[in-house]
């Protein structure tokens, strides 16, 4: 294909994805922004309906209060002070009973004769109340409903009024006043900003406190009069959001500048509330709205480039087909060589590792032979002595038993028993660590280990006097291991710990067994010389020793860490600070899962 055709269809699929994009947040935005005002329009209609509650459930209460007689007589009988301390105590109790921000008495004239805070300093009581509405509604309709700033108290709040009437003669109004502190702390904790506009458009209620007392739109002339007329508001100077008016019902976002705020958008939805043509507004933020649809039209953007993209891909892959399956076939071929190639070394590989392990067991089991070598001096004695003791006693024996002395010989057979039995037990050792074991780990008992080995290097502490002792944490502790080639590992640590004390006047050898962690630790510790840097180097590595040709052929310490590697164990080696050698033998704790030994 030719490079300007090639630049012509990507700069066309460019643009289809572009436009695509384009009609999809046009789309998106539209539905994300309906389904804001759902959710808005729901959230309004619950503050809505609470509102109402609160506002009517106090509607019944002025009419009631009416009808108390006390009231009637003090409006009868103004000057009574009587009538006035029953009527403030009626009140106050009324007003603490319906938990109402206060209750109030005005006479036919506007004056107020009794009130529910007569207590306090900015009582109700002889004040004039005419100019409110609520007052003249109350009389000329019977129900009057207002909600303003208090002249006398400066605190806001919902006035309702009913008429005290005796037969058909008013005599005077009695007025609740409703606090609605409650309802715009629950805006303020609703996270969103709520407005609650008066049937002027003046916003009263506001989940932020700087939105209070401004105007949806500027106020004409004569409603700014009545204001001032009423004191609806007190002296609170009334502020337009806007220099033109707000229209609430505006489907799209709006424009506005609220106060200490740039000018951005907001989505305003609305809901008519209570008897007096109040509002209640949402401001929104399209923002996030307009996000969304924005990352959905990438994604359709992106969708149709990958669209695009596979189209592509696919019409270029029919042309490679043929090419790949060439290649395929001549891959294949390689592979099969390489594969016959590699069988071949794999199986080279098996026959040698097949000889390293037998190489391996033999060099073990030549281990044992060059231990028991070492030790054939030692044993041979060990076993002249109880051969020449059973000739002696079986000598005396014969002759106690020529002199009728019965009891003797029974005291000589019971000790050549127990000779026999010593000399069978070292030979059964002797036995068990000549015989060529089986590559089969399992649960060995360390206590079971030592005893066998120090039994084994008797012979050479008797001769070198020393003193070896034994610490374990718990003597039923397990290592997997095999049993044999264990206690070849601990006679040839006991062997060289007390080869390194050699000539010393008082030669001491401690071993130590416990746990650490998922392992068993044996530590090994003579109070030789210790070790030399340049010989630790070097210790494990088959045929290095710093003995005779005669006294050994270096091959004991190399099997032992083969022996011990091969369980997934460690050997290692350092001096003691006061002096000697510290061999470290660490192995897997039977019954725990395998872990690598710590250093």
């Not at 076939?329 to 794999?346: G, M, N, Y």
């Not at 270096?554 to 510290?582: K, Q």
Request: with cysteine; hydrophobic share 45%; aromatic share 6%.
């Amino acid at each position: 294909m030719r490079p300007s055709r090639t630049w012509l269809l990507t700069a066309v699929a460019a643009a289809a994805c572009l436009l695509i994009g384009l009609l999809g947040y046009r789309l998106l935005l539209d539905n994300n922004l309906a389904h804001e005002r759902r959710l808005a329009t729901q959230r309004l209609d619950a503050f809505a309906l609470s509102l109402d509650a609160t506002l009517n459930r106090h509607e019944s209460l002025p009419g009631l209060l009416a009808l108390e007689p006390s009231l009637a007589a003090l409006l009868r009988d103004p000057g009574n002070q009587q009538r006035v301390a029953a009527a403030n105590a009626y009140l106050e109790a009324a007003q603490q009973g319906a938990a109402v921000a206060a209750t109030y008495l005005i006479d036919a004239d506007g004056n107020t004769l009794a009130a529910s805070n007569w207590r306090q300093p900015r009582s109700f009581v002889g004040h004039n109340y005419a100019f409110r509405p609520y007052f003249s509604d109350a009389i000329a309709h019977g129900l009057g409903r207002f909600y303003g700033v208090g002249v006398t108290t400066g605190e806001p709040g919902y006035f309702l009024a009913a008429p005290v009437r005796e037969q058909e003669r008013i005599l005077g109004v009695v007025v609740l006043k409703v606090g609605l502190e409650s309802m715009e702390q629950a805006m303020a904790g609703s996270g969103d900003t709520l407005l609650l506009a008066d049937a002027d458009g003046i916003v009263f209620l506001s989940s932020e406190r700087r939105l209070r007392y401004r105007t949806l739109a500027p106020l004409p002339a004569a409603i700014t009069a009545r204001l001032a007329e009423t004191r609806q508001y007190g002296n609170q100077s009334i502020v337009p959001l806007a220099d033109r008016a707000v229209p609430l019902d505006a489907t799209t976002p709006l424009r506005l500048a609220l106060p200490d705020e740039q000018p951005r958008e907001h989505l305003l939805v609305t809901r008519p509330v209570g008897n007096l043509g109040w509002q209640v507004v949402q401001l929104g933020r399209p923002d996030e709205a307009r996000a969304a649809a924005f990352s959905g039209a990438m994604a359709l953007a992106f969708a149709a480039a990958f669209a695009v993209g596979v189209a592509a891909h696919l019409r270029h892959r029919r042309r490679r087909r043929d090419e790949l399956k060439r290649i395929y076939s001549e891959l294949e071929q390689r592979i099969a060589e390489r594969t016959a190639d590699l069988t071949d070394k794999i199986a080279a590989l098996q026959r040698t590792e097949a000889i390293l392990h037998e190489t391996r067991d033999a060099a073990v089991q030549a281990g044992k032979l060059a231990v028991l070598g070492q030790l054939s001096a030692g044993i041979s004695h060990e076993l002249n002595q109880p051969l020449a003791a059973l000739q002696t006693f079986a000598d005396n024996a014969t002759a106690l038993l020529a002199r009728g002395r019965h009891g003797e010989v029974a005291e000589n057979l019971e000790m050549i028993s127990a000779l026999i039995e010593r000399t069978g037990r070292i030979v059964r050792q002797l036995k068990t660590f000549a015989r060529k074991e089986a590559a089969t780990p399992q649960a060995v008992t360390i206590a079971t280990a030592i005893e066998h080995a120090l039994m084994l290097v008797e012979p050479r502490r008797r001769d070198t006097g020393a003193r070896i002792s034994v610490s374990q944490d718990d003597p039923a502790l397990l290592v997997v291991a095999e049993a044999g080639r264990l206690e070849q590992v601990l006679v040839n640590l006991l062997l060289n710990g007390l080869d390194a004390m050699h000539g010393q006047p008082a030669p001491q050898l401690e071993i130590l067994a416990g746990r650490d962690g998922r392992n068993v630790r044996i530590s090994i510790r003579d109070h030789g010389t210790g070790i030399a840097d340049e010989v630790r180097s070097h210790l494990f590595e088959p045929f290095y020793t710093t003995k005779s040709a005669s006294e050994g052929l270096g091959l004991g310490l190399a099997i032992s860490l083969t022996i011990v590697e091969s369980y997934g164990g460690t050997l290692r080696t350092h001096n003691a600070a006061d002096g000697g050698a510290v061999f470290v033998l660490t192995l897997p704790a039977a019954g725990e899962p395998h872990a690598a030994p710590d250093a």
